[in-house]
């Protein structure tokens, strides 16, 4: 199993920039693909972006393309999601995930995905 502990949220405005990391606990980090999800009130959890084993492949929605970045560091146990040129559209709470498994059509399913953080509040507002 691996816990997952998102932080960096808070209170922009719009144009600004947030790095969100997540961090998880146990020695097979590496092992999984991370992704993040956001939900806005009133919606649906969404897939924003997400990370293979090694970093080598990347997968956004497309309203983040050219926006946001997703990194990670196996040494680290840590994902990151660099969000640049906020808008108030991207008020949610972000959530960090991880999957044993790779498949590109459901990259995106977060039913796919085994193992959630508790989510962290990112604001965008003038």
């Known amino acids: 199993q691996v816990q997952l502990v998102e932080s960096g949220g808070g209170l922009v405005q719009p144009g600004d920039s947030l790095r969100l990391a997540c961090a998880a606990s146990?020695?097979?980090?590496?092992?999984?693909?991370m992704g993040w999800f956001r939900q806005a009130p009133q919606k649906e959890r969404e897939f924003v972006a997400a990370?293979?084993?090694?970093?080598?492949?990347?997968y956004f929605t497309d309203s983040v393309k050219g926006r946001f970045t997703i990194s990670r560091d196996n040494a680290e146990n840590t994902v990151y999601l660099q969000m640049d040129r906020l808008e108030p559209e991207d008020t949610a709470v972000y959530f960090c995930?991880?999957?044993?498994?790779?498949?590109?059509?459901?990259?995106?399913?977060?039913?796919?995905?085994?193992?959630w953080g508790q989510g962290t509040q990112v604001t965008v507002s003038s």
């Open positions: 146990g020695r097979t980090f590496y092992r999984y693909v």
């Open positions: 990370i293979t084993w090694s970093g080598t492949n990347t």
């Open positions: 995930a991880a999957r044993e498994t790779m498949s590109i059509p459901t990259i995106s399913w977060a039913e796919r995905y085994d193992y």
